[in-house]
């Protein structure tokens, strides 16, 4: 009975910090900088896709600007691509992958934002490194009055790193998904993840975004191409699942098989929260990582970041949750990583389950790498770079234990300090509304005046 309480009380706290004024504030932060930068993410997609591979790194900074991005990625291409929109189509039906394209859209302009503010006020600790993220913009961009703010960021940085994205839903995962399909025991798992971890998280940044660089365009090219051979075998349940994606966000899902059935308002969090989740848009997560990129403009940095977002789930969330409809596993009993597990195994039997292995670990591995990153950051902004030993001695024993949690609590629990997080983020985004205008006016004017200047250079 006592476990049941726990989650129940957990549950309540959820639904309360992910209630209305939350949500509210999160795609109206995205809507309001989507009108106030005139629709950027899609004027300024293609130029943000070429700065990935064309950034001049010119700037002062720890890492390059790809490096800053594979780290972000690393942080936000995890179990939310794969367990997250299981357990959001588990939740609130097919209509929530609709909404999770809405929050993705609108939350491009606010990754926008992000990357723009962190790069634009970040700053050197003493121990050389760069540090930025919004507890650095809220302290020095809105001002000293607003340091509680920074100070409340930053510790739900840190327990976001300890006990949510960062360790417990990844590792969790890992482990499941490795007894599930390969029949590893969970402790083996957990061990040999702890190590891993360990070894590179001591190097630090520079460590963590090399092993990122690698890992991270591997593990997306891999997934979504498998995704991809899963379509085209259900190639002729493609129109119909777009079709009941796109009404049910609308109307609500009638329970079929082992589904319950979805309000619109249940669609709705699930999507937006699942959405938030994975890409982490609005919670101040990625700019800790931009932050460090060697780059002279802001706001270019603010591009490269924003292609996180579509990467992450217009693209990657969409290729599973397309997966979880055509199948039709959405309506049976799985929940979570192992109705995934059930879409793989009606497209490519035998294998199948083998490929979602391998993607899932890659994805959730680097997850916890870049988490453990933003979590130092954050702690080195609480207490000082003496704090950094003692962040990573705890953030490796906490992954060891990972492996031996509840699943719904853990969701449950990550899901309250990720909305704890988002708050101060979202309130100096809105404050700073007119820096990131001008800084991207300033930007703009740059680029335009370069491309006169190559014009008229005789060829």
């Known amino acids: 009975m006592g ?144 340091r509680p703010l920074a100070i409340m960021f930053a510790a739900s940085g840190v327990l976001v790193a300890f006990f949510g994205i960062g360790t417990f839903p990844q590792v969790n995962a890992i482990v499941d998904t490795c007894k599930l399909s390969l ?18 998280t001591i190097g630090g940044l520079k460590s963590i975004s090399r092993v990122a660089t690698k890992i991270v365009p591997f593990m997306a090219v891999f997934y979504v191409l498998s995704c991809i051979y899963i379509l085209v075998t259900f190639a002729d349940k493609l129109p119909d699942a777009v079709n009941l994606i796109i009404t049910s966000a609308f109307s609500g ?12 308002m249940l669609a709705i969090r699930s999507g937006v929260a699942r959405g938030v989740f994975s890409n982490e848009s609005g919670l101040g997560s990625a700019p800790i990582a931009a932050a460090a990129a060697k780059t002279k403009w802001p706001a270019e940095q603010g591009l490269i970041s924003m292609t996180g977002t579509f990467i992450d789930t217009i693209i990657i969330c969409t290729m599973t949750g397309l997966s979880l409809v055509v199948t039709g596993v959405w309506t049976g009993e799985a929940k979570g990583a192992a109705m995934t597990n059930d879409a793989f195994l009606a497209a ?56 031996f949690l509840k699943l719904e609590a853990i969701w449950l629990l990550a899901d309250i300090v990720n909305g704890l997080m988002a708050l101060p983020n979202l309130i100096a985004l809105l404050g700073l509304t007119g820096v990131i205008i001008s800084e991207t006016n300033r930007y703009m004017d740059h680029v335009k005046a370069q491309q006169t200047k190559n014009h008229s250079e005789p060829a």
């Open 3 to 146: 476990k049941l309480d726990y989650v129940k009380i957990l549950d309540q706290v959820d639904s309360f910090v992910w209630g209305p004024p939350l949500l509210l504030l999160l795609v109206g932060t995205g809507i309001w900088l989507t009108l106030r930068l005139k629709l950027i993410q899609l004027t300024r997609l293609p130029m943000a896709l070429k700065l990935i591979f064309r950034a001049k790194n010119d700037g002062t900074g720890d890492i390059s600007s790809i490096g800053a991005l594979c780290t972000a990625l690393a942080a936000t291409v995890g179990t939310g691509n794969i367990v997250g929109v299981a357990t959001a189509v588990g939740t609130g039906g097919p209509g929530a992958i609709f909404w999770m394209w809405m929050a993705a859209f609108f939350g491009m302009a606010t990754k926008y934002a992000e990357g723009l503010l962190a790069v634009k006020y970040r700053t050197i600790d003493k121990n050389g490194q760069v540090s930025g993220g919004p507890m650095y913009y809220i302290e020095r961009g809105l001002g000293r009055k607003y």
């Open 183 to 200: 029949g590893i025991p969970v402790y083996i798992t957990a061990a040999v993840v702890t190590v891993l971890v360990a070894l590179v």
């Open 253 to 264: 899902t009638a329970a079929a098989g082992g589904f319950l059935g979805a309000s619109i």
């Open 348 to 403: 490519i039997p035998g294998f199948g389950p083998v490929i979602l292995t391998v993607g899932l670990v890659l994805f959730a591995f680097t997850t916890i790498l870049g988490w453990n990153y933003y979590g130092e950051r954050c702690c080195e902004y609480l207490f000082g770079v003496k704090s950094i030993k003692a962040y990573r001695v705890i953030f490796i024993g906490l992954v060891a234990t990972g492996a």
